[in-house]
């Protein structure tokens, strides 16, 4: 095979290696040794996506997962196999979380990506290249394969036919594209496609003490990964008060006041705000810095295929959660909110009309990544059961 290995195993030799076991301690050992690299890495302070990652792998919270992760004793958990990875081009390090929960599974896993650059990725290979070279690490480096191949050239027919399971990050088409490749009768596919998500603020709960916290918290689901990661909000619905959203707009842009946004990105955000006013969906545009808010009067699905990412929201002011739940699909992935209880929500989450929403988390945590990820649960995903009955 014509395939530019970027860090790992070549293809042939991964194909040779049978999987480790679930948990097993060579895979926990590296993936602390991989959080302690990324949080030292020197680009960590630059992109924060980094330092996010790196936290996530820590001890702790692999031990937590693993924690939540008991399997009854009759029930066994094996690894599928090879697990092939197809990454998003617009998300730099979003893959790697399900990169690591197919890891943990004990799967040997090909990581196909994509060919643009990126300084995230660069330092991402860099520290992978530098893990895999240790001894103590071989075990987890011949099983492991990142590269990069045309998709659909013969590589890409060859590659998807090793495949026990693919996990499938992209758009609606690309999702469709890589499924009509060839693959084993019991591949299992795991699309994680074209979704958005949205937040929720309960307006009678802020006051002049609270917009500072909630300026912090919103922004830090808003600002990485450029809003295109699709736990990232772009549609705001406030209910209540809204005496305090300009105060919180404003607050927003004091944090990020010595980061100007690029010209593109304003040009982005206005042409997006006058295609809503054209087409009578909107009356209102607010750009303060780096964040612009759209004041939506009537709601429309294609402002989510408009929504240019890099700090815009669409707003929409509501008089009742169910005036918000009306107008969500079944693409909406995350609900985050602030100023409300989590048993109000959940009061409509059982309802059948409800076909979207499969993470409700408060503010600050959309981007916040679970094994439990797009209605999946991955680890049982991403190994095999074997019932054992007496």
Known sequence: MTIQVLAGANVEELALQSPLSVFDPQIMAFCQALSTSLLKHPQAKLIPELAALGFWLRKANLLKMKQDYPSPTYLLRKPLGVVVHYTPANVDTMFVYSWICALLMGNNNLVRLASREAPAKSALLSVLNQLFAQEQFQPIAVRNTFANYPRDAEEGTQVSLMADARIIWGGDESVQAIRRL??????????????????????????????????????????????????????????GE???????????????????????????????????????????????????????????????????????????????????????????????????????????????????????????????????WDGFMLFEQLSRAVVVSS
């Open 182 to 239: 060839p693959c084993k009768p019991r591949c299992r596919d795991i699309p994680f496609a074209d979704r958005y998500s949205v937040a929720l603020i309960n307006g009678d709960a802020v006051s002049q003490n609270k917009v500072e916290k909630l300026a912090e918290l919103l922004w830090r689901d808003l600002h990485p990964y450029s809003q295109m990661a699709c736990s990232s909000p772009k549609v705001l619905f406030w209910l």
């Open 242 to 372: 809204r005496q305090w959203q300009s105060a919180l707009w404003q607050q927003i842009a004091v944090l990020n006041k010595d980061t100007p946004p690029a010209i593109h990105q304003r040009m982005d955000h206005l042409v997006t705000g006058q295609l809503a006013q054209a087409s009578e969906l909107s009356h209102t545009h607010v750009t303060l810095g780096q964040l612009s808010v759209v004041c939506i009067d009537k709601w429309d699905s294609s402002l989510v295929s408009m929504h240019p990412g890099q700090g815009l929201l669409y707003l929409i002011p509501i008089a009742t959660l169910d005036n918000m739940l009306a107008l969500l699909s079944d693409k909406c992935q995350t609900l985050s909110y602030w100023g409300l209880d989590a048993s109000e929500l959940l009061r409509f989450l059982p309802e059948p009309s409800i076909t979207g929403i499969d993470r409700v988390v408060p503010i600050g945590q959309a981007l916040d990544f679970s094994p439990v």
